[in-house]
């Protein structure tokens, strides 16, 4: 397994720390993080991850609108996203996965399968 | 013989001086030229001259010119006598009718003239036809007047009077015999001078039963003279008929016939009474009254008729008060009922409302006014378009149909108060439906639950809260202690281990319970729409088995999964969570080295319903008390509460579970025999039952394109 580039995109900020450290302990991958949709935005820019974990629920921009700006730039709209909801349901699940993203993380998880469970959603 | 011959002929012309002296009719001979020759005192009294002074007049001075042609004495033939009827005029101018008989010749050229005087046998000829006419005049004049009237007491009224005045008697009067025998004058007419027997009873042996048959068979009485013996009255009769001064008296019978059958019957009498003076009643008198006494009775007949005419119309009258009674009852018993309801319904902070096959309001309550700020009244009869206007209407017609054509239906819609504001409101259509299954109309609840709504937005909103602002922290909460877990970021005492055990067992414990919680509420509240289609029964097994695998491994129970190809009607994720949870249960309450089998079959639905699929989850466990096999499935109930904690349940999965399995239509169960373990079943649909009752709805459907 390749060292990986990981953004997350979440408001809170326990949860970058969890994931960052999660992350960097299950896999020995680099972490990215930023607090808003709009942050997130320029760091992929800026930074082209592999993937970003994108978070539904945030003030202003929520993931949902931080996906489709993601989608609308050349710069990244290859690039994956996994989205990180506490929205479980089957119902939303199946209307996330309509958007294009390419996988569904829900809340809570573990920070430690997340490498695992990132490579079974990119098939890494 | 010539002296018997003289004395002949003496006694012959001695006979004829006699007769022609003493004749009552005038004789006159009279010549060819009539010229009177002799006449005898007679006709000197009928012509009013002497015998000396007629002698050589002219015949012709006393008779009408008719006469003068009449008679040609020289044309008469020998012996034959002329008759017929002539006027003679007296010196006095007195004119008189005369029957003449002339006998020409009686002598050589002398003719003799008898004339009889015609003129009173004429006058009371006359006068006889004149009473007759008059009678006639009468008698219809006082049938006229009888038959103009159909009250009786008028009637027999008109005719005393009538006879009294035509009569000229002193009392005429109407007796009735009553049933008893005895009777009463009911009507009379009397001069003032005379006694009145007017309402007077008389006993039954005044009139006796004998009589009363006699004149029952058409007796009629003129008496002359009460006083006559030749008359034969009783004696006590004429004492009694002397008290009221009777002196003649005239009786004839008014007889009923009732009825074909039936013989006459004496219905009373018609009396007339002479008070001054006897009196010979005459013929007419006694015509005129038996007469009168039929009218009597065909009025009495008709009297009768028109009385039982007027019982018959007073009968209906009654039954017909009675009837409006009784609808005049009815009616105010509806208008009390129809205000009770309105009452009722006014009271109500909900529409209420009755609308016609032709969506026009026929009854709406106080809301509409209070809401709408339109009145019962003017809503009455108005369509439902005018009342909710167009975008409103767009909105229900589809269920206002669905109504008409029979079916009750329930939405929700949200209308425009005329306050400005809007409110939720949850509307229910129930059609009404006649013995003939025609739907005459519908009535319509429409309740403002638009505080409901907002209950169920803040519970949308406190659910929100706890996937976001709960589930967040304890990503963190539940990461963070994974990875304090792996020792890389230090090493913990043996006691700091156990702590970091708990608060991971703990964390665990609490997302399981959030995620349950959160399914549940999504399930209960009917935002979840089971979305179903044909699965396979064995992929579906395959999944859930392979799911709970490691958790079977890690208690060391034997999973044993019999999967077979039979389609089913389901939502895929959610019998998944179904079975896993299932499993996962009996895991839990399996003791290590158990087996835990999981099977499908395909059964006979109840009541001859299609065959369904039934899961089971059986386990070889401890087994759950009879009593308990309903309540595990109510929320936070298990058999032993220190079993939750110990294998960490929440409570809620076999809850979610009968959700689940409701929202397909199926139903789900425990069996158990304590110490040989439980059986969890629950069924689902297969396509069979699905495409059966699909096909159900199109046939009904077709059935009212019709």
Known sequence: MNTKRILIIDDEETIQTVVQFGIKMAAGWKVFTASSGFEGIQTAQTEKPDVILLDVMMPDMDGIATFKELQSHSETEQIPVILLTAKAQTAEKRQFNDLGVSGVITKPFNSLDLPEQISRILHW | ???????????????????????????????????????????????????????????????????????????????????????????????????????????????????????????????????????????????????????????????????????????????????????????????????????????????????????????????????????????????????????????????????????????????????????????????????????????????????????????????????????????????????????????????????????????????????????????????????????????????????????????ENDILLKDGSWRAVDVTYIPDVDDQNTVKGFFALSSDISDCKAIERMKDEFISVISHELRTPLTSLHSALKILATGRLGSLSTEGQQMLGIADDSTERLVRLVNNVLDLQRIESGKVIMECQACNAANLMIQAAEAMQAMAQQHEITLVKQPQDISVWADADYILQALTNLLSNAIKFSSPGGTVWLTVEQEQGSQNLPRELVFRVRDEGQGIPADQLERIFEKFQQVDSSDSRKKGGTGLGLTICRKIIEQHNGRIWAESTPGCGSTFAFTLPTLECVNISWRGIYEYEADFNY
């Open chain 2, 1 to 411: 013989m010539k002296k018997f011959q003289h004395q002949r002929r003496t006694y012959n012309k001695h006979l004829i001086q006699n007769l022609f002296k003493n004749a009552h009719d005038a004789i006159a001979l009279i010549d060819d030229h009539l010229y009177f020759v002799d006449m005898n005192i007679a006709a000197c009294d009928l012509l009013g001259l002497s015998r000396k002074q007629l002698k050589g007049q002219a015949l012709a001075n006393f008779i009408t010119a008719e006469f003068t042609r009449q008679p040609n004495s020289l044309s008469f033939p020998p012996a034959q006598s002329l008759m017929g009827e002539l006027l003679v005029s007296s010196s006095a101018q007195n004119q008189r009718e005369m029957e003449y008989t002339l006998i020409p010749n009686v002598l050589p050229c002398c003719h003799l003239l008898l004339l009889r005087d015609i003129s009173h046998r004429r006058e009371s000829m006359q006068a006889e036809l004149r009473q007759q006419q008059q009678r006639v005049e009468l008698f219809s004049e006082v049938t006229l007047k009888i038959r103009q009237s159909l009250q009786l007491k008028e009637i027999l009224h008109t005719t005393v009077t009538e006879v009294q005045r035509i009569l000229q008697a002193d009392r005429v009067l109407i007796y009735q015999v009553l049933p008893d025998g005895t009777g009463k004058t009911i009507s009379e007419a009397v001069l003032p001078d005379y006694p009145t027997l007017m309402d007077l009873e008389f006993p039954e042996e005044v009139f006796p039963q004998e009589y009363q048959h006699l004149y029952a068979h058409g007796r009629v009485r003129a008496t002359v003279d009460v006083h006559d013996p030749a008359a034969g009255l009783a004696d006590c009769l004429v004492e009694f008929v002397d008290q009221f001064q009777i002196k003649a008296k005239l009786i004839v019978p008014i007889v009923q016939n009732l009825n074909a059958q039936s013989q006459n019957h004496l219905w009373g009498l018609l009396i007339a009474h002479q008070c001054d003076s006897v009196r010979h009643w005459v013929d007419f008198e006694l015509e005129l009254m038996q007469q009168l006494a039929d009218q009597i009775s065909i009025a009495l007949s008709q009297a009768q008729l028109l009385e039982r005419l007027e019982e018959v119309v007073a009968d209906r009258t009654a039954e017909l008060q009675e009837e409006i009674n009784v609808r005049m009852q009815a009616e105010a018993a509806l208008r009390q009922s129809e205000e009770q309801l309105r009452l009722i319904t006014n009271a109500l902070p909900v529409l209420i409302a009755y609308v016609d096959d032709q969506q026009q309001y026929r009854f709406n309550n106080q809301a509409y006014q209070d809401w709408l700020g339109q009145s019962p009244k003017e809503i009455y009869g108005s369509h439902l378009h005018q009342v909710w206007g167009e975008d409103c209407y767009q909105r229900m017609q589809v269920y206002v149909k669905t109504a008409l054509s029979g079916q009750a239906v329930n939405y």
